[in-house]
């Protein structure tokens, strides 16, 4: 594997997170039960939506690079507001780290795409 196809991987394992994720805000109870502990139930669909079309953008950003910027400080903004949530709520480390994993990743694929 050369680095490219790292950076391949970790883009297409990030939108396919992300798709999930964002389809899962509107199917899983568990992931409904969730949003309501963080304290946004409310902006749930709203979040879902934008973790869906920021997955699919960051597939489509494999061709058109702007798309892939634009996704990646999207994802990048709700990561940052993820971890600080679950900061203020004072979940425990193993809580925050997949969302400062995805943190990382997404600042990642935008050096890449820069």
């Given at each position: 594997?050369?680095?490219?196809?790292?950076?391949?991987?970790?883009?297409?394992?990030?939108?396919?997170?992300?798709?999930?994720?964002?389809?899962?805000?509107?199917?899983?109870?568990?992931?409904?039960?969730?949003?309501?502990?963080?304290?946004?139930?409310?902006?749930?669909?709203?979040?879902?939506?934008?973790?869906?079309?920021?997955?699919?953008?960051?597939?489509?950003g494999?061709?058109?690079?702007?798309i892939?910027?634009?996704?990646?400080?999207?994802?990048?903004?709700?990561?940052?507001?993820?971890?600080?949530?679950r900061?203020?709520?004072k979940?425990?480390?193993?809580?925050?780290?997949?969302?400062l994993?995805?943190?990382?990743?997404?600042?990642?694929?935008?050096?890449q795409?820069?």
């Amino acid at each position: 594997l050369n680095l490219m196809d790292v950076y391949n991987i970790i883009t297409v394992f990030t939108a396919i997170s992300f798709i999930a994720y964002g389809i899962n805000s509107f199917i899983s109870n568990k992931m409904i039960l969730e949003f309501e502990r963080w304290g946004l139930g409310k902006k749930r669909k709203v979040i879902g939506s934008v973790q869906l079309a920021c997955g699919v953008g960051t597939l489509i950003g494999l061709k058109l690079n702007f798309i892939l910027i634009i996704s990646s400080v999207i994802l990048i903004i709700m990561m940052v507001v993820a971890v600080c949530v679950r900061i203020k709520i004072k979940d425990n480390i193993s809580e925050i780290l997949p969302a400062l994993a995805y943190l990382i990743l997404g600042i990642i694929i935008l050096q890449q795409s820069i």
